[in-house]
């Protein structure tokens, strides 16, 4: 059975970073597409990174380019979110998602196993 387990999230002062990660367990990591959401109160989840089987490729919604950063050790079953100069903007609950489909996309339906989500609090 697959199980995503998150951990990395706290509270941090506006500027700072925080490490995310994304441990598997039950599968293979390497076979997934992993995506990297997150949802703040009263708004639409969105997919905020997202990382490619292999790990060559990576994308980024255009809010946190330049910020977050998303890699990938298959050989650990982890996924890891790198997130530097933080901003309010950015609090929500993170959660890692798992994809199987030929090619990774932002959308979160395509997406199939999730992770209970850990939470980010930044404070200005």
């Known amino acids: 059975q697959v199980q995503l387990t998150e951990s990395g999230g706290g509270v941090v002062q506006a500027g700072g970073s925080l490490q995310l990660s994304c441990k598997a367990s039950?599968?293979?990591?390497?076979?997934?597409?992993v995506g990297w959401f997150r949802q703040a109160p009263g708004k639409e989840r969105e997919c905020v990174a997202r990382?490619?089987?292999?790990?060559?490729?990576?994308y980024y919604a255009d809010a946190v380019k330049g910020r977050f950063t998303v890699s990938r050790q298959n050989t650990k079953n982890t996924v890891s979110l790198q997130m530097n100069n933080l901003g309010p903007e950015d609090t929500a609950v993170y959660s890692c998602?798992?994809?199987?489909?030929?090619?990774?996309?932002?959308?979160?339906?395509?997406?199939?196993?999730w992770g209970q989500g850990t939470q980010v609090t930044v404070s200005s």
């Open positions: 998602a798992l994809s199987t489909m030929v090619g990774s996309s932002p959308d979160p339906a395509t997406y199939n196993s």
């Open positions: 039950g599968i293979y990591l390497g076979n997934y597409h």
């Open positions: 990382i490619s089987r292999s790990g060559v490729a990576q």
